[in-house]
C-alpha cells in the first residue's frame, strides 16, 4: 500500500523517507509568458556531479501537480531509488486558482486545449531546465501521465522523441493524427477494459469529462501500440498472455532491443491510476491487480536514449 505524501510548497524543505534523504520543492516557469508551476522532489546525492534520472508525471484533467503526486507515489518509490521526480501543473482561467488545470493534447481538454497552450514547448523547457538546475542526465528523461495526462505524453513523446527515454500512458489515448515521431521512443501503455472516459473500444467520451474534447473520436486502445511499435520499427509479431490470475492482460510487441512497447489491458480497471489513489471523490476505485508506478519505474529504467 502507497504511503501518505506529505505535500510541500514553497522553499527547499528536507524530510527523510527511507534510505533516502529528500529535497522537495515549488517552483516557477516562465514559458510562453505564461507562468507555470511544477513540484520536484528529488535525492540528495553526495556529489552534485552525479546525473540522475527523471520522471515526469501529468496530471489528468481537472487535476494539479499535487493531484499527480499524490496518485502515482512515486516520491514514495522512485525517489529512494536515485530518480527526481517532477509534477508539473497545466492551466486553467484563473490564475490564482491551484486546481482544475488541463493540458493541450490537441483534441482534448478545456481551457487549454481551446486556447491552444503550448505544452509540449512548456515540457521542452523544463527538461532544459531540470538538466541546468538539478543536474538530470538528458538520456534518461521519463514522462507519464494520466488521462488528459497521458494523452500530454503521447504527444511529448511524438514531438519531443529527441529529448525522452521512454514515456507511459495511463487512460490516455490516441486520435489519429500524431507526427510520426523523430526517434524510437519505448512505450508502456496501461488501459482499464471498464473505462467510460477514455472507452476501450474508442469512440466518444460516456465520463464526466466528454465536454472537455473537442468532438474528435479517440481511436481503439490498442492504437496506442500499434502507433508506437510502428514508430519504433516493431515487427508484426505480438504475444499476449495474462497476469494476476487473469486480472491483466499483457500485449508485448516485438521490437528492436531498447525500442520496447508493452500494452496492460486491466480488465478490472476503469479510469484510475492501478495500485495508486484514487484521483478525485467521484473518481472511479484503482484497480489492485497491476502496481502501475512500480511496473513503470522498472520500464523506465530499463531504457535511455
Known sequence: MMKNIFHVAGFFLLFSLPFSPVHAAERTLVHDGLERNYLIDKPQTASNAVKLPVIIMLHGGGGHGENGKRMSGFTDIAVPRG????????????????????????????????????????????????????????????????????????????????KIAAIAPVVGGLFGDEPRPASPVPALIINGRLDRNVPLEGGLSEGRGASAWDGTPVKPATYQGTFWAAANGCNNAVKESTLANGAVTQIQYSCPAGQEVVHYIVNDGGHAWPGGEKGSRKGDEPSKSLDASTVMLDFFLRHSR
Open 83 to 162: 530518480v527526481i521526480a517532477v509534477y508539473p501543473s497545466g492551466t486553467n482561467r484563473f490564475k490564482r486558482m491551484r486546481k482544475l488545470k488541463t493540458w493541450n493534447a490537441t483534441h482534448c481538454c478545456g481551457y487549454a486545449m481551446e486556447n491552444n497552450i503550448d505544452d509540449v514547448g512548456f515540457i521542452s523547457a523544463l527538461i532544459d531546465e531540470l538538466v541546468a538546475r538539478d543536474n538530470a542526465d538528458p538520456k534518461r528523461i521519463y514522462v507519464t501521465g494520466i488521462s488528459n495526462g497521458a494523452m500530454m505524453a503521447h504527444q511529448i513523446g511524438a514531438k519531443l522523441s529527441h
